[in-house]
């Protein structure tokens, strides 16, 4: 994106639209060749700004001016070791440039959150040193995020996808690093609990691609975009940042909630958890080639593949 365009466009129709609190990502937002003036700019701009980034290419120069701006960041780190980290991003020598500037980061107080995706070129104790290292270098969050989810790794997910059970014991093990200083947020692991599902935020945060387009939700987007899904991705696309100037307008007027009924299906329906649950993921269930409203499966406590083994079944079903 254009610095022109980022100043003369994206923050002045994302003010329109009430945003408040911006994450640049990417790619890596770093290499920009005005990271900093974009960055400056909606800091100018009044919005609070935080970074996703990979730490291979931060600089001194650009940490200090982020601790002035107020910046925080988030640091991709997907395993603890250049076989597993260094592999899953494709160059073995990244692990030690990551971790080093993740330590800067955290020395200078503006590293918020190790963001992970759990593979299998990673041993799972790779998982609570990382989680033990997120604490000792003043994280707030750590979130484990598996492979594949959404359809983003649909191609990868074969390959590299921890199992169902390594899911498990890499829960087991991090779990014990959640508290009130550290928070360990696992996305989507084997719900081995039977706890009823979270609900779906599609619209709160929304989510503008290089290319301008806006979205309520991009994992929406990435599951429509995988071969078995059912939805096209255009409608969950609200408008272009770029040529749309009532853009703010489009997203007042798009309310997925009004779209589309989560938990529309018999199982809910009969389910004694259903007041409290919120249905979990629309886009785990366009990924897996079900319609918006079908039950989110792959987390459902009422869909027998999720029972573990010996565990006491909740009654979800009236009898
Ligand atoms: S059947 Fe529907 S209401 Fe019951 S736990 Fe599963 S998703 Fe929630």
Redesign the pocket.
Known sequence: MPLAEVVDKVIPRLDDSRVRRVTLTGGEPTIHPHFLDIVRAFRAAGMDVGICTNATTLNNVQIAALVEMGVHCNVSLDGFAADSHGRFRGDRASFAVTVATVEKLGRAGILQGLLCTPNTLAQNEEYARLCAFARANGARYVLLNPLGSMGRGVKSKAKLAKTTLHMREIFELTAPFDGPDLDIAHIRFPNTE?R??AGCEAGTIIYVFTPGEVTVCPYLVFAARTPASRHADTEFIVGNIFTDPDLAARLDDYRFHDRYLV?A?A????????SG????CPAAVVAAGGRIGE??AE?????EENHAEGRQLLP??PA
């Open positions: 039977a009823p599902l938990g299906n199982t809910c329906t009969a389910c004694s958890l259903s649950c919120g249905k979990g039950v989110d987390q459902c406590p009422a869909i979800l079903m």
